[in-house]
């Protein structure tokens, strides 16, 4: 865990690119829940005793519709219709981070989230 510079990661995105495959509402939902599993992993890891029983966390047993719906409310009070592109990535970031520190970071599961709000555009994402 770390305290991180979310325009690092914005700019590598940038770089990068997203690729070409198209994302699926359920492949940003499931890769919001793996970040989230990463996450509480971590920090059992982390708080635990060696010899604890912890449950492990699946993409099944984590509420995909309630952390999907946090991630998009906090993403839709943060953007403007008018962002661009960057900045649309940027605020992305902000939201996950919110959620999920970005000290647990999975560049491949962020760029799916990233890539599905950018195919889908802010209007589909945040209807009026």
């Not at 060696?50 to 946090?70: F, H, R, Y």
């Not at 919110?98 to 760029?111: M, N, R, Y």
Request: aromatic share 8%; charged share 20%.
């Amino acid at each position: 865990m770390k305290l991180v510079d979310i325009s690092v990661y914005s700019n590598e995105i940038l770089t990068e690119g997203l690729g070409q495959a198209e994302v699926t509402e359920q492949d940003a939902q499931n890769a919001l829940a793996e970040l989230y599993i990463s996450y509480t992993q971590e920090q059992s890891e982390m708080f635990l005793v060696n010899n604890v029983n912890a449950v492990s966390l699946t993409a099944a047993s984590v509420n995909l519709q309630a952390l999907w719906s946090k991630l998009k409310e906090i993403f839709c009070s943060i953007v403007r219709e008018d962002s661009v592109f960057g900045k649309i990535i940027d605020f992305i970031l902000e939201a996950i981070a919110q959620i999920i520190p970005l000290g647990v970071f999975v560049k491949s599961l962020v760029k799916i989230i990233i890539k599905y709000f950018l195919q889908k555009g802010i209007g589909a994402v945040c209807p009026v």
